[in-house]
């Protein structure tokens, strides 16, 4: 039997062959960096919030309400897609924005609307038509908002009521209220922004009342303050951390002082502070940007949360004096 000698290049060229039909190991290195930075739960979310955001870009503040997670923790969940490129941030004023990076924008895309649906199943039609009925909804706030506040721009005033309708869904147990509470919501907002915008012209003094849930403290003191002072003071709460509903007992006071029907949690945001003339901050910790101009107060008022029938009231009557004495300051006519 004659034995055939291997050529010696037989397993170089194997071996050619081979590594034609892989990936680069320098490439696998560096796309596996990128995989383990969005093998987590909230990175993933947080890079879907950054993708789908209306300028495609979102903000810190935004960001960190997508869990109960301290500061840091976010940082470090950005830092983490920063670090592999996925991401790029800019700083302007008191807040960081972030933005997909553009050479990751296909993969990124790619990502959320193969690989995500994917590992759900098949979505459910009901939740489909659910879907198109909330754009509906959303597009004619825009057409609305965008005829009351039109110096602001068509482009502007659709940007606000997308990310209004996005940061009260994060919270929402109950969904069929999400429309028109963006609508006040997003009014708001609206309204803020203009008045920033045109700081040199006259307007009723703005106070803004902010506490960690925006479902008890913040909304007695803006719903007693609107009680005393009527359309003479622009009121507005927020909460650094909003609850899903107004706390059951602070809701009983509401509806007897004629604030609850308007009452529900909204997130702090930067136009609130920059329209405000007081700042009253109320057991949230050091949480408002800062400018200047602004006068800023901490009250050191009990959490209704946590207190008893009669405690409630007793954070009421507290609440009630402290607003009684600014309003004394603000408008003393």
């Not at 670090?83 to 993969?107: H, K």
């Not at 901490?298 to 954070?315: F, M, Q, R, Y």
Request: net charge negative; charged share 25%.
């Amino acid at each position: 039997m004659t034995t055939v000698a291997a050529h010696p290049d037989h397993d170089s060229c194997v071996h050619t062959a081979l590594e034609a039909h892989t990936v680069d190991p320098v490439l696998a290195a560096r796309a596996t960096a990128v995989l383990k930075a969005v093998a987590d739960p909230l990175r993933l979310r947080m890079l879907a919030m950054i993708a789908s955001a209306p300028q495609g870009e979102a903000c810190v503040c935004d960001l960190s309400e997508l869990a109960d997670v301290s500061g840091p923790t976010v940082s470090h969940h950005l830092k983490t897609l920063r670090e592999v490129g996925l991401v790029e941030s800019e700083r302007r004023g008191t807040w960081i924005y972030y933005r997909v990076a553009p050479d990751f924008v296909p993969a990124v895309r790619g990502l959320l609307e193969t690989l995500v649906p994917a590992s759900g199943g098949h979505a459910a039609p009901v939740q489909d038509r659910a879907l198109e009925s909330v754009d509906r909804a959303l597009v004619e706030v825009v057409e609305r908002l965008t005829g009351l506040f039109p110096e602001l721009g068509e482009r502007i005033v659709e940007r606000v009521v997308h990310e209004s309708y996005a940061a009260l869904a994060r919270r929402a147990t109950i969904r069929q209220h999400l429309v028109p509470l963006t609508r006040r919501f997003a009014h708001q907002r609206l309204s803020d922004l203009r008045k920033a915008e045109s700081a040199d012209s006259t307007h009723p003094p703005q106070v803004l009342f902010v506490c960690v849930q925006n479902a008890g403290r913040s909304q007695l003191a803006a719903a007693l303050l609107h009680k005393y002072a009527g359309d003479a003071v622009v009121v507005r709460s927020a909460g650094s951390m909003p609850a899903a509903d107004v706390h059951d007992s602070v809701r009983v006071r509401l509806d007897a002082i004629g604030g609850g029907e308007a009452a529900f949690p909204k997130p702090l945001t930067d136009d609130a502070v920059r329209a405000s003339d007081v700042v009253i901050t109320m057991g949230c910790g050091d949480v408002c940007p800062i400018y200047p101009g602004k006068r800023y107060e901490d009250w050191k008022v009990g959490d209704p949360a946590l207190a008893s029938s009669a405690g409630v009231d007793e954070i009421v009557a507290d609440i009630d004096a402290r607003v009684r004495a600014l309003l004394d300051e603000i408008l003393p006519a």
